[in-house]
């Protein structure tokens, strides 16, 4: 009896440890692949990841997300100098330095593009497309195509070598044929060994992909009405689509080599999978951009009020009906541990925060260049966004703008400062309501831009000064009084740059016209506010050096077909 | 008082580090971290039939940490957000069962015992975070409740089990011949379920020719011969490499999955494959003693990070890369020299010989080629067939030009000449040779005289080429966005008019290439340690039975007492890939005293 309640003692303790079968497990944080085919609404989540790519903090200092690529871009010109530079984080553009391929402006806007095309691929491989596609998941369809869009667009505007008129560049890229090569495409059905073998795509390819998913796009989003400023509908493809075509009129304009390179490869076998352009002329794309320009306007879109640009609480930093796209930053997006705290955009570009570097305490003010300040005329209302010379310190000037800062604060400031972006809310020492913004991607000033350029070209120079003048004279003069003087096509042009530049100064726009109309970037001039080691002018009739972006190193390293852009590093007079 | 640069003190403010005051806030904020850990092992025997018995083990291991940081909302960079305090939890908890069943009988001369096992292990680790700024009363309460704006809260748990099932087989004869065999069959929750089960078999002899009796030679005491093959498998990566992983975000208020790594889904266990053959000896009355094994270490279904082009929206994933090989030898030697009652010295020596190549890699992951070798490049090594692992794939310094630039190489694509650049962007990638040592090894000597002992060890490692980040951060020439630092004197020997012999690039402000990463900063890898020396003393006998002891002994040692390497200040023996950062912490030196008393 006893040895048999003893066995069954042992047997009581043996038996827990009995146990032991390899248990399923499935991860703390995040999802599987598995996973995510069983979640419901993994179509919406992989769709809303594509904006939220826009937030990706990269390695520099002066890089939080898409707002952080603009930046570069703004201080690749003349558009925003700072006011010291001891916290100045684009001291590259500055400098003319650290622009090769393994450096930040090199490895960071890279796998910003692709890890946002990335996503965009995804979403398009989870939603197939069937006569019982819903009008939601066509929507999600036609967002990442339209985003997709958007990225190549950048890029192979960005990454297209374009002559700088300096022959040590200009000879390399001739000997490494790199004229006319952008970027390489992946879509959802590139496979790892062709990303490890392909090359960088020719400009006449490049276009048409972006068109052929722009034109995808617009078919899918027809009647999509969305629910946030940071979702594409048709009125943002319309507006790529006027970007688009406005880049290949002034191209083929210029050159008509790259026209007849454009329309011989027109019906190319390994094109087919591409809409075709249907061009001949430059003039045939300046119309199509005039004509989606003004589509994208009558989507129920119209430029800044006076009201809502002179708002300190809620002037852009809050999508409206003038802005088409955005990217809008939530207090809860900004995830712990990646420095949200001083990496912002509001941190580098109002002066109004404790938190960031453009502030009282940190002084990188950023301003506007003092020759393009002295053009703005007085009728124009925009002229109160910076601070005037002739009122800088006096508090009694105080009242002339709109600011949140206290008149005593605001006389601290220093001349031209810029006081058109502001935190949410007007709060300016926690981060996470301060920087919590909206910034601005597309705005219908641009459209109506884009249009009066456009129909300079192929509607006569009167007409498109015509068209300007009456678009400034409604929307951005009290008095009626802007008279445009220009005589030439390239006077003109020069007008459409400086309007952009005052209406889009530290969006990131210009660094695109900059690159198509070829315009020097001039930052030394008697009087200028740039800091003096920034003071190089490019030349006249060329792109700057420093605008075109050379590729990752990482990725050159694991493709030997890819022959990088020369690099620009400390390339000026 | 400190100053915090920002001209609150004396209206001056500081270039580099404003707003902040290292000393003031090593007084004021709060670092704390209390854990606790307990362990409990348990087993029963239980012997039924004659000569089997089952022995069941279990035991668990529990850790605990709470970590809790405030930093004080009075000066510095954190005034502006009122201070921040944090505070997380982790905990890891093990438990691992076995159970065996044990044969063991001896018919007359053979031995034979069997052994069939299981065994399951389960980790579990939880983690709970918190973050809030705006400490409202920074002296009194420094947890979550005393502060007033949410920053952050996260938690979650990860698991990761293993399960084993098990056979060995032994057998000896007469204790002078002895072969065992064994298998081992084991599945990793780090696998896919349809891959994750590896097969691993092993078996070896002994055979000591001493103990025959054919064996003649008097003056050998005892040989052995001994073989051994065996296996053993590797799932040391992250969880979930098997699969595509997506991360859940908010994006402005909503939820969006976003991809973040690739998965591959046959990832499987690594296998270790062990073949030894060698002899042990003593000869001469046990004067010399050693052994000799020669070993070969075999490494298939290598699990290492794979790299791919950046524009696939990923950086690259882990994936069963390929086969290693190590060969190598390894000889042991003991000799007493002297052996008096009184006097006794003995020597040891050892050296270990170790060849280490990738012996294949699949088509799929051979993407470039290199000197003859296929392969990939991981960032700065090269992963190539034939090649050690680890290999160096780095930029080539081809010393300074006639006007004090430094230079390195590229490849000219058309003649394929190597050619001299000053840009650091254009030029090109080459293998760079091995971190690995050619030979190493230890030796020492040990005396006795007269109650005194005298233990000394050295510990060496000849070969290999390591980088010396340290030395590369202090070659570097001044710029404008860096803060201000210690420069080496070598800097002295840079290139001027006047100084044109040297490698040494003149020193320009802004100039960032003049330290860029190449070959120039590798160094040779070879370094002598005198690893410990002990003296001691013991008491005589009759001595200490007076104090009713049995013995007594006194003692002075210190180990690592110093290094011998290329360049002072660079120790490779910190990293085994060669990676070496002046901010890595060498072997600290102690030394001890001590007394040792037996009653």
């Known amino acids: ?573 | 008082m400190y100053d915090y640069g920002n001209g609150a003190v004396n209206g001056v403010t500081r270039e580099i580090f404003l707003n902040e005051a290292p000393l003031q806030d090593d007084r004021l904020n709060v670092s704390t971290n209390s854990s606790n850990s307990y362990g409990m092992q348990g087993y029963t025997d239980i012997s039924f039939i004659e000569d089997l018995k089952l022995t069941l083990n279990v035991s668990i291991y529990n850790t605990e940490n709470r970590d809790n940081d405030a930093s004080n909302p009075y000066y510095g960079f954190d005034k502006t957000r009122g201070g921040q305090v944090g505070v997380s939890h982790y905990r890891t908890f093990a438990f691992n069962t076995q159970q065996l069943l044990n044969y063991s009988k001896a018919f007359g001369k053979h031995t034979v015992s069997a052994l069939l096992g299981h065994e399951f292990t389960r980790n579990t680790s939880t983690t709970l975070t918190g973050r809030k700024n705006n400490i409202f009363a920074f002296k009194m309460n420094t947890e979550l409740a005393g502060a007033l704006s949410l920053v952050s809260t996260n938690s979650y748990k990860n698991f990761y089990n293993i399960e084993g099932f098990f056979f060995r087989g032994q057998y000896d004869y007469d204790n002078k011949l002895f072969a065992s065999a064994s298998f081992r069959r084991d599945g990793s929750s780090r696998f896919h379920p349809s891959h994750r089960w590896g097969n691993f078999w092993s078996f070896g002899g002994a055979w000591i020719l001493t103990k025959e009796k054919w064996f003649k030679p008097t003056w050998m005491d005892m040989l052995k011969l001994k073989a051994s093959f065996g296996q053993q498998g590797n799932d040391a990566i992250g969880d979930f490499y098997y699969s595509d992983f997506y991360n859940l975000s908010a994006v402005n208020g909503e939820g969006s999955l976003a991809f973040s790594n690739k998965g591959k889904r046959d990832i499987t266990w690594e296998t270790n494959t062990n073949m030894n053959l060698g002899f042990e000896f003593e000869l001469f009355k046990q004067r010399l003693t050693g052994s000799v094994e020669y070993y070969q270490r075999k490494t298939t279904d290598m699990l290492l990070w794979f790299s791919v082009p950046p524009s696939l929206g990923y950086d690259g994933y882990y994936d069963n890369v390929g086969d290693m090989m190590n060969r190598g030898v390894e000889l042991n030697l003991d000799a007493d020299l002297i052996r008096t009652k009184a006097f006794t010295w003995a020597m040891n020596f050892n050296i270990t010989h170790n060849h280490n190549n990738i012996s294949y890699l699949p088509e799929q992951n051979k993407t470039l080629e290199k000197e003859g070798h296929a392969g990939y490049a991981n960032s700065s090594r090269y992963v190539g067939e034939g090649l050690p692992i680890n290999t160096w794939y780095i930029k080539k310094y081809a010393g300074v030009n006639e006007q004090g630039l430094g230079t390195w190489y590229y490849t000219d694509a058309t003649t394929g000449d190597m050619k001299t650049t000053t840009d650091y962007s254009s030029a090109d990638y080459y293998l760079g040779g091995s971190p690995h040592p050619d030979v190493y090894g230890g030796f020492g000597t040990s005396l006795r005289a007269y109650g005194f002992d005298l233990n000394v060890n050295f510990i060496y490692s000849l070969g290999g080429k390591a980088y010396d980040s340290g030395y590369e951060g202090m070659m570097r020439n001044p710029e404008p966005s860096i803060a201000p630092q210690a420069y080496h004197k070598d800097l002295l020997n840079a290139w001027s008019a006047e100084n044109t012999n040297t490698t040494v690039p003149r020193f320009q402000y802004g100039d960032l290439n003049t330290s860029a990463f190449s070959d120039r900063f590798l160094v040779d890898a070879s370094t002598l340690t005198f690893k410990s020396i002990t003296l001691g003393y013991t008491f005589p006998a009759q001595l200490v039975k007076k104090l009713q002891l049995s013995s007594l002994r006194l003692f002075i040692s210190c180990d690592n007492v110093a290094y011998w390497g290329k360049r002072k200040g660079f120790d490779p023996r910190t990293s085994l890939d060669g990676s070496v950062y002046d901010n890595s912490y060498s072997p600290m030196r102690t030394a001890s005293a001590g007394i040792s008393v037996k009653f």
């Open chain 1, 1 to 573: 009896m006893k040895q048999f309640i003893k066995s069954i003692i042992f047997l009581g303790l043996a038996v827990p440890t009995l146990t032991g079968c390899l248990e399923e497990v499935y991860p703390g944080q995040g999802f599987t692949q598995e996973q995510l085919k069983e979640t419901d609404n993994s179509a919406a989540a992989l769709s809303k990841a594509i904006p939220g790519a826009f937030l990706r903090m990269g390695n520099g200092n002066g890089h939080y997300g898409y707002a952080g690529l603009a930046m570069d871009r703004e201080t690749m010109g003349a558009e925003i100098p700072v006011y010291s530079t001891l916290y100045d984080f684009y001291q590259d553009e500055g400098f003319d330095h650290q622009l090769g391929p393994e450096y930040y402006v090199a490895t960071d806007w890279w796998p910003f593009y692709y890890e946002l095309i990335k996503k965009c691929n995804l979403t398009l491989g989870a939603v197939p497309i069937t006569e019982f596609t819903s009008a939601e998941e066509l929507a999600y369809v036609g967002n990442a195509l339209g985003y997709r869009a958007f990225a190549y667009y950048d890029m192979a505007c960005a990454y297209e070598y374009k002559k700088t008129g300096f022959t040590q560049l200009d000879s390399k890229a001739e000997a490494d044929k790199i004229y006319g090569l952008t970027v390489p495409i992946r879509t959802e059905f590139t496979t790892q060994q062709e990303a490890t073998k392909d090359t960088r795509a020719p400009f006449y390819a490049m276009y048409r992909f972006i068109m052929t998913d722009l034109d995808r796009a617009e078919k899918y989003l027809q009647g999509y009405k969305r629910t946030s400023a940071n979702m594409i509908d048709q009125s943002v493809i319309f507006g790529m689509k006027a970007r688009l075509w406005l880049q290949m009129g002034s191209r083929f304009e210029k050159s008509s080599t790259d026209l007849q390179a454009q329309i011989s490869h027109e019906n190319d076998e390994a094109l087919a999978i591409y809409n075709k352009l249907g061009i001949t002329s430059a003039n045939d794309c300046f119309k199509k951009a005039a004509q989606y320009a003004r589509l994208a306007i009558s989507q129920g879109h119209r430029p800044t009020t006076k009201a809502e640009w002179f708002n300190s609480t809620t002037g852009f930093n809050t999508a409206n009906e003038a802005w088409l796209l955005a990217v809008q930053i939530n207090s809860n997006d900004m995830t712990n541990g990646s420095h949200w705290n001083w990496k912002n955009f509001v941190g580098n570009m109002s002066s109004e925060n404790t938190f960031g570097v453009n502030n009282l305490e940190y002084k990188a003010f950023r301003e506007i260049d003092a020759a393009l300040y002295k053009t703005i005329e007085a009728g124009d209302w925009r002229k109160s966004t910076w601070i005037d010379p002739a009122d800088a310190g006096k508090t009694d000037a105080y009242s002339k703008y709109t600011t949140l800062f206290k008149a005593a604060e605001w006389a601290q400031l220093p001349a031209y400062t810029g006081l058109k972006f502001h935190p949410r809310s007007g709060e300016m020492k926690n981060y996470k309501v301060g920087a919590a913004v909206d910034i601005p991607l597309m705005r219908a000033e641009e459209m109506y831009l884009i249009e009066a350029e456009a129909k300079a070209h192929y509607e006569g120079l009167e007409a498109g000064k015509q068209a300007l003048t009456n678009y400034l004279n409604t929307y951005r003069y009290d008095d009626g009084s802007y008279l445009c003087n220009a005589t030439t096509m390239d006077g003109f042009n020069d007008e459409i740059l400086r309007q952009k530049r005052i209406e889009f100064w530290g969006e990131g726009i210009v660094f695109f016209d900059y690159k198509r109309l070829e315009k020097a970037v001039i930052r030394r001039y008697d009087g200028s506010n740039h800091p003096e080691g920034y003071q190089f002018n490019t030349k006249a009739g060329y792109v700057a050096p420093r605008m075109n972006i050379c590729l990752s190193h990482y990725e050159t390293m694991y493709n030997e077909n890819l022959v990088n852009n020369p690099n620009p590093t400390n390339v000026h007079e």
